[in-house]
C-alpha cells in the first residue's frame, strides 16, 4: 500500500512569540470537531480563549508547550503541550481550552455551557484516577490540516511519552474523537469516557440541532515504558 512519507521536522520548545501561529494551527485543526465548534460563541472568544491558555501555559515552568517546525519552511506544522504533575498540584489550575474560564453558564437561557460540561467531567474522573500520583497531564495536540497524515502528531505524541519513560511516569489524556487511534498506538489505554450530546448546545437546541448528534470524548491513561 502507498503511504505518504514523513515530513522532516523539528521539535523545539514554542515561546511567546509563536501564539499567532500555534493559535493558527489550533483554530484550523479543530474547525472540523464538532464538539470544538460549538465550545465558542465566535471567533474571537475562541482566539482569546486560546491567547488566554498560551499565555498560562507558557509562563508555566511544569508546562512543556512543543512545536513541530517544518524543516525546509520554519513554519509551525503542529504543537503539544503537556503539564507536569506532582502529588500535591491543582488538578483544576488552567491547561487545556476547555479549561480556560467562561461561564459556567448561558447567561440567556439559564444552562451549563459544553465547556463547563466537559471541563466538570473531565476533573472529576481525573481526580477519581490520579489524585496523589506523579504523572504528565497530556493537553493539547494540534497538526495543521495540510501537514496531517505524515507522521507529524506521531512525533509530538513520541516527545510526551518518551518524556514520561525517561521519569517512569503514567501520562493522563482526554481524548477528541480524530485523536483517538494515535494514541493507542503510543500506548495509552482506555479508562473511562464521556458522551456529549451535542444537538443540546447546538443553536435551536434538542429540537433544531440536525447534523450535531453525540460526541465521545475518551479518558486514557499510559503506564511508563507501554
Ligand atoms: C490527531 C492529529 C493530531 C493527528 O496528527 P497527524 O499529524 O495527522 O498524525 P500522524 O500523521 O502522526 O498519524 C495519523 C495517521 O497517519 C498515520 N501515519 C503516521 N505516520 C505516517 C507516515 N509517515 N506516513 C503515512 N501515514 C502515517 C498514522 O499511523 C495514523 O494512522 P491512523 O489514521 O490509521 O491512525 C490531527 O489529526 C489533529 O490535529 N486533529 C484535530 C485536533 C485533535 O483532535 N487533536 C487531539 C486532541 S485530544
Request: include cysteine; charge should be negative.
Given at each position: 500500500?502507498?503511504?505518504?512519507?514523513?515530513?522532516?521536522?523539528?521539535?523545539?520548545?514554542?515561546?511567546?512569540?509563536?501564539?499567532?501561529?500555534?493559535?493558527?494551527v489550533h483554530m484550523t485543526a479543530?474547525?472540523?470537531?464538532?464538539?470544538a465548534r460549538l465550545m465558542f460563541k465566535d471567533k474571537d472568544e475562541y482566539e482569546?480563549?486560546?491567547l488566554d491558555m498560551l499565555k498560562a501555559q507558557l509562563s508555566n515552568p511544569k508546562i512543556a508547550v512543543i512545536k513541530a517546525i517544518s524543516k525546509d519552511t520554519g513554519?509551525?506544522?503542529?504543537?503539544?503541550?503537556?503539564?507536569?504533575?506532582?502529588?500535591?498540584?491543582d488538578l483544576g489550575a488552567v491547561a487545556g481550552v476547555e479549561e480556560v474560564e467562561d461561564e459556567t453558564k448561558d447567561r440567556?437561557?439559564?444552562?451549563?455551557t459544553l465547556r463547563s460540561v466537559i471541563r466538570k467531567d473531565s476533573v472529576r474522573v481525573q481526580q477519581d484516577w490520579m489524585a496523589n500520583r506523579e504523572y504528565i497531564h497530556f493537553t493539547t495536540?494540534?497538526?495543521?490540516?495540510?501537514?496531517?497524515g505524515h507522521g507529524v502528531g506521531t512525533a509530538l505524541v513520541r516527545w510526551v511519552t518518551d518524556n514520561a519513560d525517561e521519569h517512569g511516569?503514567?501520562?493522563?489524556l482526554q481524548s477528541s474523537q480524530a485523536a483517538?487511534?494515535?494514541?493507542?498506538?503510543?500506548?495509552?489505554k482506555d479508562v473511562g469516557s464521556f458522551e456529549v450530546d451535542l444537538r443540546e448546545f447546538a443553536p435551536g437546541g434538542k429540537r433544531g440541532g440536525w447534523g450535531w448528534g453525540l460526541y465521545k470524548y475518551r479518558y486514557m491513561l499510559r503506564l511508563p515504558g507501554s
Amino acid at each position: 500500500m502507498h503511504r505518504p512519507r514523513s515530513i522532516a521536522i523539528s521539535l523545539l520548545p514554542a515561546s511567546e512569540d509563536d501564539i499567532p501561529s500555534l493559535i493558527r494551527v489550533h483554530m484550523t485543526a479543530f474547525a472540523y470537531d464538532n464538539s470544538a465548534r460549538l465550545m465558542f460563541k465566535d471567533k474571537d472568544e475562541y482566539e482569546t480563549a486560546l491567547l488566554d491558555m498560551l499565555k498560562a501555559q507558557l509562563s508555566n515552568p511544569k508546562i512543556a508547550v512543543i512545536k513541530a517546525i517544518s524543516k525546509d519552511t520554519g513554519n509551525v506544522l503542529g504543537w503539544q503541550a503537556s503539564r507536569f504533575l506532582g502529588e500535591d498540584d491543582d488538578l483544576g489550575a488552567v491547561a487545556g481550552v476547555e479549561e480556560v474560564e467562561d461561564e459556567t453558564k448561558d447567561r440567556k437561557e439559564n444552562t451549563p455551557t459544553l465547556r463547563s460540561v466537559i471541563r466538570k467531567d473531565s476533573v472529576r474522573v481525573q481526580q477519581d484516577w490520579m489524585a496523589n500520583r506523579e504523572y504528565i497531564h497530556f493537553t493539547t495536540l494540534v497538526v495543521d490540516p495540510a501537514a496531517q497524515g505524515h507522521g507529524v502528531g506521531t512525533a509530538l505524541v513520541r516527545w510526551v511519552t518518551d518524556n514520561a519513560d525517561e521519569h517512569g511516569i503514567y501520562c493522563w489524556l482526554q481524548s477528541s474523537q480524530a485523536a483517538h487511534g494515535i494514541y493507542l498506538k503510543a500506548g495509552f489505554k482506555d479508562v473511562g469516557s464521556f458522551e456529549v450530546d451535542l444537538r443540546e448546545f447546538a443553536p435551536g437546541g434538542k429540537r433544531g440541532g440536525w447534523g450535531w448528534g453525540l460526541y465521545k470524548y475518551r479518558y486514557m491513561l499510559r503506564l511508563p515504558g507501554s
